[in-house]
């Protein structure tokens, strides 16, 4: 089975921190995906990656970078915080084209 | 703009019953359409897929119809269970790489 693990499952910051997530995957993927979760919104794409350091843009960069150093490993990283990032947080990944996205539990972050 | 929306935020159905759960989407370029299911605290799990070259795909209760005119699917959930109840989410996608979700419509099966 896929398996897609993100590094917490809830985090709380303050207004102004740098906050990492960070998702790794055990199949060999070639892509990954950040996306936001917001109720009446859906999911929505922040950055993707089709391959090591390799990063492109999504619907909602702005805030956001993203780091790729290994294959199986997908940080997220808000360079400072705003309580209009608090929101769910999930990893994907695929390994090819039309193929399904597998994701990770999220990560339920609260910014005071 | 939203590209794909759900329309209905939520859907209260009889165990046993069929459940439909609708899409539309308004950009024509989308060639593959997936449906998602999310439990609280959960990610999403893939459910059902669909190619635009198909009009149909099933697999077991779960059954997708696309309408490429109408640029509309549903999702079909026979008979409905309780385990059912979740946020089921549409989600489109272009050129094979990049999902593009719907806002999600809650399905609440009671027993």
Known sequence: DVKVTQSSRYLVKRTGEKVFLECVQDMDHENMFWYRQDPGLGLRLIYFSYDVKMKEKGDIPEGYSVSREKKERFSLILESASTNQTSMYLCASTPDYYNEQFFGPGTRLTVL | ?111
Not at chain 2, 11 to 17: I, M, P, T, W
Request: aromatic fraction near 12%.
């Open chain 2, 1 to 111: 703009d939203q590209q794909v929306k759900q329309n209905s935020p939520s859907l209260s159905v009889q165990e046993g019953r069929i459940s439909i759960l609708n899409c539309d989407y308004t950009n024509s370029m989308f060639d593959y359409f997936l449906w998602y299911k999310k439990y609280p605290a959960e990610g999403p799990t893939f459910l059902i897929s669909i190619s635009s070259i198909k009009d149909k795909n099933e697999d077991g209760r779960f059954t997708v119809f696309l309408n490429k005119s109408a640029k509309h699917l549903s999702l079909h959930i026979v008979p409905s269970q309780p385990g059912d109840s979740a946020v089921y989410f549409c989600a489109a996608m272009e050129y094979g790489n990049k999902l593009v979700f719907g806002a999600g419509t809650i399905l609440r099966v009671k027993s």
